[in-house]
Each structure stands twice: as structure tokens, then as C-alpha cells.
């Protein structure tokens, strides 16, 4: 499968953006899907994930209430809402996939399969 994901710019402090990701190919509803981030000089890390089957979500602590990751398995595609954005969340956001028949939600990089080429958010304080 192929991942393309869009929506990144330019925010301030407080702001909201929402990105996407279209991905192409077959059974994309049996793929658990997640957003992850990487700065400069820093490792990549996850900010969200959705299982396949039951839509179920997990978040890491940095992102809990500000984002929200959601699917649309009739458009293969996943989205990631950022609100009241903050200027740590400047980095390049990526979309990732993996092939699963389990209902889970993984939060390594190493757990996917397929990832999208990446889209640059930067929030000005």
C-alpha cells in the first residue's frame, strides 16, 4: 500500500490544523493505522493510533486532548485533527500502516509496515 498525507503548514500558538492520508491499494480495513512525528535532532514519535476493526484510539499523554485521530475506511483514508497546537508540536508528521487481522493499535515505528512521506507542521509561539 501506498501512504500520501497532506494538510501540514504554518500555525500559530493555539491554532489548528488537520492532516490526512490517503492510501492506496487493497483491504485498507484491515490495516491499524497511525500518525507519529519527528523534530530535528530527535527521534520519531507516535502521537496516535486506530485499530482496523473497532475504530479504538489511543493517544500518548503530550498529544491527549489536543489531537484526534479518525479513519474513513470508504475513502482509505486517515486523519489526524491537531488543536490548540502548541509550538513543541513543530515537526514533520508522518502516517503510517500496518497489515493486521488483531483488533490493536501499535505505538513503534518498528511495528508498521508502510508510511507516508511525511508533511511538515510548524507552530510559531
Known amino acids: 500500500v501506498q501512504l500520501q498525507a497532506s494538510g501540514g503548514g504554518l500555525v500559530q500558538a493555539g491554532g489548528s490544523l488537520r492532516l490526512s492520508c490517503v492510501a492506496s491499494?487493497?483491504?485498507?480495513?484491515?490495516?491499524?493505522l497511525g500518525w507519529f512525528r519527528q523534530a530535528p535532532g530527535k527521534e520519531r514519535e507516535f502521537c496516535a493510533g486506530?485499530?482496523?476493526?473497532?475504530?479504538?484510539?489511543y493517544y500518548p499523554d503530550s498529544v491527549k486532548g489536543r489531537f484526534t485521530i479518525s479513519r474513513d475506511n470508504a475513502k482509505n483514508t486517515v486523519t489526524l485533527q491537531m488543536d490548540n497546537l502548541k509550538s513543541e508540536d513543530t515537526a514533520v508528521y508522518y502516517c503510517?500502516?500496518?497489515?493486521?487481522?488483531?483488533?490493536?493499535?501499535?505505538?513503534?515505528?518498528?511495528?508498521?509496515?508502510?508510511w507516508g512521506q511525511g508533511t511538515q507542521v510548524t507552530v510559531s509561539s
Open positions: 491499494g487493497r483491504d485498507f480495513i484491515l490495516y491499524a
Open positions: 503510517a500502516a500496518k497489515y493486521t487481522w488483531y483488533d490493536a493499535i501499535y505505538s513503534r515505528p518498528r511495528d508498521y509496515d508502510y
Open positions: 486506530i485499530s482496523w476493526k473497532h475504530g479504538s484510539t
